[in-house]
């Protein structure tokens, strides 16, 4: 009981948050080198991963981001992040795309002791040479203005779906992701692994964080009106594929700050089974593979340990 007990003070650190609102949201990011995730479609609906080289496209991707980004040029970027939050994953997705080289610093989700020297208590956190940059969406808003000062983020139907990530997309992962105790377990085995715990932290939230986990994800999937949650998710992939209306992208023959919203939020699910799951029941995979071929490398900084 005390191990549960722990275990839900920690699901309640990290639902706090992760998302804010609608829970916490266990996230996978694999990044593979110098090519590209791609998704392998077998009649109408996209069955699995394969990973296939893609070293011209990336490079040929990286020219044209390096002369974007040229006129921004910071030291030092540093990302305050948890590897499993949604937000944190938004704000990575848009500085892969734009190849802006970056630094995570992994917050411990207990004590935030990475994180006491700011006033802001949640993540991302974003400092550029210093500067404090806080809320994901306020992060990019930002950053494309360094990047492109005459950026129009009142586009109508861009902001209608950014808007969307936040509102509605991110409501409906943490009902999927701790769908079942399976499923829970699959999430927070990578937690565990991946953020900054003791060991004594690890063995807590595995096991007792996943059995919170899994009665806090019932409570949201009630307060955000879900009945089916793989329905919800499949709702939502379809909306967005629709949204899209025959376009490679929802910026046309690039991505804009939608599409790497939506991507950002969805890429580190995709090896979980409700990613597995979304990109096999809808029409979502094509779009995922374009983006992953698009964004290209992560532009992370890996510390030498």
Same mark, same amino acid.
């Given at each position: ?14 639902? &706090? ?27 109408? &609906? ?5 990973? $296939? ?35 944190? #994953? ?17 917050? #411990? !989700?207990? #004590? ?15 400092? $550029? ?42 409501? $409906?992962? &943490? !009902? ?68 899209? #209306? ?15 919203? $939506? ?41 030498? &340990?």
């Amino acid at each position: 009981m005390r191990g549960l007990n722990r275990g839900m003070l920690l699901s309640r650190a990290l639902r &706090s948050n992760f998302t804010a609102v609608s829970g916490a949201t266990a996230t996978l990011h694999r990044v593979a080198p110098h090519g590209t995730i791609t998704l392998r479609s077998s009649n109408s &609906s996209v069955t699995g991963f394969r990973y $296939v080289s893609s070293s011209a496209s990336a490079s040929a991707t990286c020219l044209a981001q390096d002369a974007q980004t040229k006129a921004f040029e910071p030291k030092e970027l540093l990302l305050f992040q948890y590897q499993a939050c949604p937000f944190c #994953n938004k704000v990575a997705a848009f500085l892969d795309y734009y190849n802006i080289p970056f630094k995570v610093v992994e917050v #411990n !989700p207990i #004590n935030k002791k990475e994180i006491n020297w700011s006033d802001y208590k949640k993540v991302p956190i974003l400092t $550029v040479d210093g500067e404090q940059m806080v809320d994901s969406s306020d992060i990019i808003d930002k950053l494309i203005k360094r990047i492109h000062p005459d950026y129009d983020l009142n586009a109508e139907e861009e902001k209608k779906w950014r808007e969307w990530v936040d509102n509605h997309l991110v409501h $409906v992962l &943490s !009902p999927n992701i701790y769908r079942n105790v399976p499923e829970a377990l699959e999430s927070f085995d990578y937690i565990t692994t991946q953020g900054n715990f003791s060991l004594s932290e690890r063995l807590v939230a595995k096991y007792g964080g996943a059995a919170a986990m899994y009665f806090v994800s019932k409570k949201l999937k009630k307060k955000h009106n879900i009945t089916d949650e793989r329905a919800a998710l499949y709702g939502a992939a379809e909306q967005w594929v629709d949204a899209l #209306n025959g376009r490679k992208f929802l910026g046309g023959s690039d991505p804009n700050l939608a599409d790497l919203a $939506v991507f950002g939020v969805l890429r580190p699910i995709r090896d979980l089974k409700s990613g597995r799951d979304m990109v096999e029941h809808t029409r979502i995979g094509k779009w995922f593979s374009e983006m992953d071929r698009a964004v290209g490398q992560s532009s992370r900084v890996w510390e030498r &340990s």
